[in-house]
């Protein structure tokens, strides 16, 4: 398809996911309906014409992601136990998924069929082991509170407002929930919130007196003495007990329970914390928070010359800034995509087309997400606390800061609207928001192709696929998609890395190792735990 065409099905996706917010009705219904077959579009665009060398080795951030991939499988569903247990009586009915039968490849093929040193691949075994134990101790320190406080039998109330002592005065019928690692407080909630705000934090943008589920639990204020007993208790000291508790605890809304515990199951059966993709429920909202006056750096590009304060190289600058908060926007729509995909079924052939869902046009409604994590840098660069920061560090009048400030701030305005977020233009060079669209389309339609493949020698890969693509894409740099960056092995990698390189890689590992008959005979899938 040729480059105009592609603009065009962007700019009429871009434009009509804007508009798509201020209709309802039949007017909404026509919309959605034309931009599911506009994204249906962009997602079977024909892959480039690139060959892909089966005999060698794959680049080295994607066998990274396999040998990861391939060593986080058989822990997921059953080194922790995913099973729910609850205080408002029988154990939740959730529906269940089965589990891929591990496989387990030695160190040599995996070394032979990855170009990976001996070394390296220990090294990765160890840090996912190490992953895995952090994960049992947080299901150790869950279960110690369940038990500490006499749960189920006692009143969930007790240990609810031990955690969340802010929350309002009077809240009736709150219940608890551990679903493996986690523990999940039910409280009625007047909101109605998408259950994607689990991964996507900025989606939604609740009322201060709003009890969301991502800002309310902060194990930094928990009872000093009750931390101190916990970490004897589990042998954790102060600062690993908030760490592993504030990734354990979030608030769901009643009415939604049953939703939101399903669409954790990405966090809740180990797949997370075990790729470190999507694992914190503060981290889809850490980009959006407000910067202190001295969190941005100004080293290099902001100095007194000539008894002034003269700044330089702005574009560069935002630029360097920005990127940061992108990696970490699109780690959580990573998430949000893989934590979908845990619950779809395959459909359609590996080489026809694949379809675009209605529930897919929020994931790509990218450009308010960035605007959302880029407002806090803006604010900063205009806020009377910036200024003051700055005339006690350089020591120059207020007004002029000021003034310099508001400079500044215009800059990269003006930088961001034109190279991160302008629309789709035949005559100008695709901005960031534009690549990353594309990006995502691409990866979302070889998962989903990937998923359909029959399996090779009757050896399931629904699991490795899922934890292959979380490991790459934890560690995949997103400028390698619109900068120069070549893989470490000198390969440029391109905006679908996982369909262009996993299935031959997979492949590739098969064939070079004989698996036992335990292993290669198919089974039906397994509840793991």
Request: include cysteine; charged fraction near 25%.
């Amino acid at each position: 398809m040729a480059s105009a065409e592609i603009s065009r099905l962007l700019g009429r996706l871009y434009n009509g996911l804007d508009s798509r917010t201020e209709l309802d009705g039949s007017s909404r219904e026509t919309l959605d309906d034309t931009l599911v077959d506009v994204l249906g579009q962009l997602m079977n665009l024909p892959a480039p014409d690139e060959e892909t060398d089966t005999s060698r080795n794959p680049p080295r951030s994607i066998a990274l992601g396999m040998v990861t991939g391939l060593f986080v499988q058989p822990h997921v569903g059953i080194t922790v136990d995913d099973g729910c247990f609850t205080t408002s009586g029988p154990v939740l009915d959730l529906d269940a998924i089965g589990l891929d039968r591990p496989v387990v490849i030695p160190s040599t093929v995996l070394e032979q069929g990855t170009g990976l040193a001996a070394w390296e691949i220990d090294d990765l075994r160890e840090e996912v082991d190490y992953r895995a134990g952090k994960t049992l101790k947080r299901a150790r320190a869950v279960r110690w509170l369940w038990s500490r406080f006499g749960l189920p039998e006692s009143s969930p109330v007790n240990l609810f407002r031990v955690l969340f002592p802010g929350a309002p005065g009077r809240m009736a019928g709150v219940d608890l929930f551990v679903r493996g690692a986690h523990l999940y407080a039910c409280v009625d909630q007047d909101a109605q919130l998408a259950t994607s705000s689990l991964f996507l934090g900025w989606a939604e943008d609740p009322e201060e007196q709003e009890f969301h589920p991502l800002h309310s639990f902060q194990a930094s204020y928990l009872d000093r003495s009750l931390l101190s007993e916990l970490g004897r208790a589990i042998g954790a000291d102060h600062d690993e007990l908030v760490e592993l508790l504030d990734l354990a605890i979030t608030v769901v809304p009643r009415a939604q329970l049953a939703a939101f515990l399903a669409h954790d199951l990405w966090r809740s059966r180990g797949s997370a914390p075990l790729t470190s993709l999507g694992e914190s429920y503060h981290g889809p909202v850490e980009p959006c928070r407000d910067l202190a006056p001295g969190e941005v750096s100004v080293e290099g590009w902001m100095a007194v010359r000539n008894g002034q304060l003269a700044v330089r190289q702005l574009r560069r600058t935002f630029d360097s800034l920005a990127l940061v908060r992108v990696e970490v926007m699109m780690k959580e729509v990573y998430a949000e995509l893989l934590a979908r995909l845990v619950w779809e079924q395959p459909s359609g052939g590996p080489e026809g087309e694949v379809s675009a869902l209605l529930a897919d046009l929020e994931l790509y409604h990218l450009v308010p997400a960035m605007r959302r994590v880029f407002r806090p840098l803006l604010e900063w660069a205009s806020a009377e606390a910036t200024a003051d920061h700055l005339v006690a560090r350089f020591g120059v009048p207020r007004a002029e800061v000021i003034t310099l400030m508001r400079q500044v701030r215009q800059s990269w305005e003006r930088h961001l609207e034109q190279v991160w977020l302008s629309p789709p233009l035949e005559d100008k060079p695709r901005s960031v928001a534009t690549i990353l669209g594309l990006h995502l389309a691409a990866t979302h339609a070889s998962l989903r192709r990937l998923l359909a493949r029959p399996p090779i020698g009757g050896i399931a890969h629904r699991e490795v696929l899922l934890h292959f693509a979380a490991a790459y894409l934890s560690i995949a740099p997103v400028d390698r998609l619109w900068s120069a960056h070549h893989d470490a092995g000198g390969s440029r990698l391109g905006l679908d890395p996982i369909g262009r390189w996993f299935w031959s890689s997979w492949a590739r590992l098969l064939a070079l190792y004989e698996l036992e008959p335990a292993t290669t005979e198919p089974e039906d899938s397994y509840q793991g735990g």
